[in-house]
């Protein structure tokens, strides 16, 4: 079985690594929040901070009026086999304080500094001036690593009584701690003081109520026995948060300060307010005691004498004290982590599949080879190509508005072409008389017709171009759409430009072969007109007229004629006009729409192949906020998998 010193360690290293990626609670999977933690609360003034000074026993957290604590202090014990005690900030990984202050350096750099004064001064002076060192070395630490606290609080939240919720990580190594994890959090209050926002209480609560809401969260609630413990503010909150007291280890601090006549053992044994776990009474340095920087190994040992010699607490002074309290809430954190570590694992698993999700779907990293990075685009400009045809083939929406193109704008169309106007009477006559110039046509106006079928046809080539543009038009926001549903492409902004530009200039080759060959299929009617249709005319004319075939040239330029002249030209256009409708959509599919299925990126694939590695390279730059979402999963993932691998080496041993 694991060792509680293991798995107590393995939570502090998992979380110091939760801060460093930014995990600190909130919303979506938080490995942090998943973690047993002891959060420290109560009300300012409480003695909050002599109690985990206490545990500690050393003098290092920041004093005074008002919020102190403004950023949670996450506060890892390590209990080392003797050697120096010395203190470690997770930002500032590399600064170790010795006795909580001086940083060492090189090795022997304490002694240094005393051979050299023996060396300058006599040995008198050096003596004096080594002295002095010791005293710097036992006096000045505590100053040093509250300082860096009260500086690394305002390096984010400034100098003003804001708070914020980035917690900052001390981890203390000595012989005289046992191995433990608190959360210091900011006291609550009931107003906001000069100096402080208005909405300081409020920002106060949301935040001691993040921690302590979790299931997995030890709750530490500090009260002084010199007030009513039923107006405790720790103990109102955790009366809401964990109502069975299934969580809660309550610490009765300030028992010396009491009116004289009056004790708290009601608390104390649980008869007044009553708990899960055993209340802990705590005796802190007075005030004049921290003024005289008394030791607190012999504040300790004042606290034990005080329980002893106390009437009204010596029966209980084996479970008193901040010893006790240090000892007994690692017992029950590492009872705890014991019982959360399958359901750890299963989140941590969880989260792991969920991130490799994620990483398909915006796509791995990138090869720095040239032929990968070739592979690659090939790739994508196949995921491309499979959503176009989709869009074409049905699968997806918007190849169905080419079809509404030959449906619906063709048609409508040709209905509108000014054919009435063309074949009038008025018309007619002017084209007749015109081709036949002086010498007038003896049987039909052969030459006249031909202008007036001419002149027809004309009509049909802007209804035939405007079905190319249409479809051009189709095809181009479709190859939008698709670049934009393409997911594996999203993540390379330049690469969807150039393949768009690529794929619009392969259309318009497209829309321009497309043109030629409608405007040929308009031409070809005009060019050979069908004999069949005017020669049936010609043996159905004798019967309208009594058998007289003399009778059109007789009456030829009778407004009569050239009315039935213009009859017998429009019908041929409606005939021609229904091939067309007929045959335009299908030149237009097989050169526009066939060829954008068939080789829409052709062009494309050949000049990619000629691109030196740099210019593939520059075609596969990331959007810079997706490369800092997937560099950001991937820790979270280095994370997870360190976290479970850890929790395995160490949790069934």
């Known amino acids: 079985m694991a060792t509680m010193q293991s798995l107590i360690g393995l939570v502090n290293k998992i979380q110091r690594a939760c801060t460093v990626l930014g995990d600190h609670g909130g919303e979506g999977f938080s490995l942090w929040e998943a973690l047993p933690s002891v959060a420290v609360v109560g009300g300012q003034s409480s003695g909050k901070s002599s109690v985990l000074e206490s545990i500690v026993g050393r003098d290092f957290l920041p004093r005074g009026s008002g919020i102190v604590t403004r950023r949670p202090l996450v506060l890892q014990l390590h209990k080392t086999e003797g050697g120096a005690e010395y203190a470690e900030f997770l930002h500032a990984p590399k600064k170790r304080l010795t006795d909580f202050g001086n940083v060492i350096g090189s090795p022997g750099h304490f002694f240094k500094k005393v051979i050299t004064a023996f060396a300058l001064t006599c040995e008198f002076v050096a003596s004096q001036l080594m ?212 359901g750890i694992v299963s989140m941590i698993n969880k989260a792991i599949d969920e991130i490799n999700a994620e990483l398909d779907r915006i796509g791995r990293p990138v090869a720095a080879e040239g032929g990968a990075q070739l592979y690659t685009i090939l790739d994508m400009c196949r995921a491309f190509d499979k959503v176009f045809r989709e869009h074409l083939d049905g699968g997806r929406a918007g190849g169905d508005r080419i079809y509404g193109v030959f449906d619906n704008q063709l048609p409508a169309a040709l209905k509108k072409l000014p054919l009435d106007r063309h074949l009038s009477t008025q018309n007619v006559r002017k084209v007749v008389a015109e081709a036949d110039g002086y010498q007038p046509h003896l049987l039909a106006p052969e030459q006249g017709i031909r202008r007036l079928i001419d002149g027809s046809l004309g009509y049909f080539k802007g209804p035939a171009e405007a079905t190319v543009d249409a479809v051009h038009l189709v095809l181009k926001e479709l190859v939008r759409k698709s670049i934009a549903e393409t997911q594996e492409l999203k993540r390379f902004p330049s690469l969807q430009s150039d393949i768009a530009a690529a794929a619009n200039d392969a259309l318009e080759r497209f829309r321009d072969e497309s043109r030629k060959t409608v405007t040929r299929l308009v031409e070809m009617e005009s060019s050979y007109l069908t004999v069949e249709f005017f020669r049936k005319l010609q043996f159905e004319q004798p019967e309208k007229n009594g058998g007289n075939p003399q009778a059109p040239n007789a009456d030829r330029y009778t407004d009569n004629h050239l009315r039935r002249i213009g009859s017998n030209v429009l019908a041929y256009i409606g005939m021609v006009c229904d091939t067309l409708r007929n045959s335009i959509p299908k030149a237009v599919v097989y050169c526009q729409v066939r060829e954008a299925k068939r080789s829409l990126l052709n062009h494309f694939y050949v000049q990619i192949g000629r691109k030196e590695k740099e210019q593939l390279s520059q075609m596969l730059d990331e959007d810079p906020a997706l490369m800092a979402k997937r560099e950001t999963l991937a820790k979270r993932l280095e994370l997870y998998k360190s976290a479970r691998d850890e929790i395995d080496s160490v949790a069934w041993k």
């Open 131 to 342: 002295l002095r060192l010791i005293k710097e070395q036992s006096f000045s630490g505590s100053a040093a690593v509250r300082k860096e606290i009260e500086d690394e609080t305002d390096r984010i939240t400034g100098k003003s009584k804001q708070i914020s919720n980035i917690p900052i990580h001390l981890s203390i190594y000595s012989p005289n701690v046992v191995n433990l994890t608190l959360i210091d959090l900011p006291g609550m209050t009931k107003v906001a003081v000069e100096g402080q926002p208005e909405t300081i209480v409020q920002d106060i609560d949301n935040m001691v109520r993040s921690y302590v809401e979790k299931p997995n969260c030890i709750i530490l609630a500090i009260s002084p026995a010199n007030q009513d413990i039923a107006t405790s503010d720790a103990i109102k909150l955790a009366r809401e948060v964990d109502p069975t007291g299934e969580r809660t280890f309550g610490v009765l601090t300030k028992l010396d300060l009491m009116d004289k006549g009056t004790n708290a053992s009601d608390v104390l044994e649980g008869r007044a307010y009553r708990l899960q776990h055993p209340w802990v009474g705590i005796v802190n340095r007075s005030q004049a005691d921290i003024n005289k920087n008394v030791d607190m190994m012999a504040a300790r040992q004042k606290e034990l004498e005080y329980f002893e010699n106390s009437p009204e607490y010596s029966h209980l002074a084996h479970k008193m004290g901040s010893v006790y309290l240090a000892k007994l809430l690692s017992q029950h954190l590492e009872i705890v982590i014991r019982q959360r570590i399958p």
